[in-house]
């Protein structure tokens, strides 16, 4: 098996996997926490990942989103219980990966924390303190790493900063990094122009320069932090009032948008990566939330947002096994 970086040299498109979560309540489970699932419900962890590789997945995450310490402490968990519950899902994603008997990479996801950092906040009454934040996302680093996993995965970044003091904590393990942020809608006023930004106003491109300024909080002494990520995108989708800019819409357009600030910058050989939500997130008549984009209704899309330059495609929140599944054919089909 060719290693990370040199199976991303090929250019041929990876497929990742989709939504952990929407396949724990899929299979009845709802906890505060999904990263315990890895240590309450260690066959469905198990079972999951395994359903995705037999879909088609080249690459699945490990179930860590929420494993960091003050993720557990929210959820009434002592922070003691993280490092654990972060090994438990690298081993239990290696063993969905030997029972398939493919070749398939893995991927330590790490997401954002449960509220502002400093580096945004201007304080730590309202925001982490970036010791904190620091702390935290090199114990999720650290425990992933020792694991084994191929390379980490930056996810759901609402901040450019925060994504950038991970980057800087993530930089030593000396594994492949990829990041994605996650965006709304916007658009300029003066030009009209629709341009995606995140929570804290950061846009494809200014994600580029505060990791390659070394900015963000993350004390990196203007280090570049560019020149140790090898995959940038999107992921998620918050927009909640705006159809075409959900789902495989958002993923094209959010895609066109990287592409051009990667060029400007004489980036173009990074790869792109986009793993959207099944649309806009509503309320059925029990008053649970379901996404409305079926499998055939995102995989029509997989050609244009090929097109559009991304490398990895998978889903986010609301998308299954059957959306992978169907992902899969039309990759195969855009290959043929």
């Given at each position: 098996?060719?290693?990370?970086l040199?199976?991303i040299?090929?250019d041929?498109?990876?497929?990742y996997?989709g939504?952990f979560g929407?396949e724990?309540?899929a299979?009845?489970?709802?906890?505060a926490?999904?990263?315990?699932a890895?240590e309450?419900?260690?066959d469905i962890?198990r079972d999951?990942?395994?359903?995705y590789?037999e879909a088609?997945?080249?690459v699945?995450?490990t179930n860590t989103?929420?494993?960091?310490f003050?993720h557990l402490?929210?959820a009434?968990?002592?922070?003691?219980?993280?490092?654990?519950?972060?090994?438990?899902?690298?081993?239990?994603?290696?063993t969905?990966?030997?029972?398939?008997?493919k070749?398939?990479?893995?991927?330590?996801?790490?997401?954002?924390?449960p509220?502002?950092?400093?580096?945004?906040?201007g304080?730590t009454e309202f925001g982490?303190?970036n010791?904190?934040a620091?702390?935290?996302h090199?114990?999720?680093?650290?425990?992933?790493a020792?694991?084994?996993?191929?390379f980490?995965?930056?996810?759901t970044?609402f901040?450019?900063n925060?994504?950038?003091l991970?980057v800087?904590?993530l930089r030593?393990?000396d594994?492949?990094?990829a990041v994605?942020q996650t965006?709304k809608?916007t658009?300029d006023?003066a030009t009209?122009e629709i341009?995606?930004?995140t929570d804290?106003?950061?846009?494809?491109?200014?994600?580029l320069?505060i990791?390659a300024?070394?900015?963000?909080?993350?004390?990196?002494?203007?280090r570049?932090?560019?020149?140790?990520v090898?995959?940038?995108g999107?992921?998620?989708?918050?927009?909640s009032?705006?159809?075409?800019?959900t789902?495989m819409?958002?993923?094209?357009?959010g895609?066109?948008?990287?592409?051009?600030?990667?060029?400007?910058r004489g980036?173009?050989?990074?790869?792109m990566?986009?793993y959207?939500n099944?649309?806009?997130?509503?309320?059925d008549?029990q008053?649970?939330?379901y996404?409305?984009n079926?499998?055939?209704?995102m995989?029509?899309?997989?050609?244009d947002l090929l097109e559009?330059?991304a490398y990895f495609?998978?889903?986010?929140?609301g998308?299954?096994?059957?959306?992978?599944?169907?992902?899969?054919?039309?990759?195969?089909?855009?290959?043929?």
């Open positions: 098996m060719k290693s990370f040199e199976r040299a090929d041929r498109p990876l497929l996997d939504g929407t724990l309540f299979r009845g489970i709802e906890l926490n999904s990263a315990l890895n309450l419900y260690p962890v999951i990942h395994f359903d590789i088609g997945s080249e699945v995450g989103f929420v494993a960091s003050p402490e929210m009434g968990k002592d922070a003691s219980e993280s490092e654990g519950l972060i090994r438990l899902s690298v081993e239990h994603a290696r969905a990966i030997e029972r398939s008997g070749d398939v990479y893995l991927a330590g996801s790490i997401g954002p924390l509220g502002a950092i400093e580096a945004d906040s304080d982490i303190a010791s904190i620091r702390d935290a090199e114990r999720v680093g650290t425990t992933l020792e694991g084994g996993v191929d980490f995965c930056v996810e970044m901040s450019a925060e994504a950038a991970a800087d904590v030593q393990f594994l492949p990094i994605n965006y809608y658009k006023r009209g341009v995606y930004k804290w106003g950061h846009s494809a491109a200014d994600l320069e990791l300024a070394g900015l963000g909080g993350a004390q990196s002494g203007g570049d932090l560019l020149e140790h090898q995959v940038v999107l992921n998620c989708g918050a927009e009032r705006r159809d075409e800019h789902g819409p958002y993923a094209i357009t895609i066109g948008q990287l592409k051009r600030a990667l060029d400007a980036e173009a050989r990074k790869r990566m986009a959207p099944a649309g806009r997130a509503r309320l008549d008053h649970r939330t996404y409305a079926t499998p055939d209704e995989a029509a899309c997989v050609p559009a330059g495609i998978g889903g986010c929140c998308t299954g096994v059957a959306h992978i599944r169907a992902f899969r054919d039309a990759m195969d089909r855009a290959a043929a």
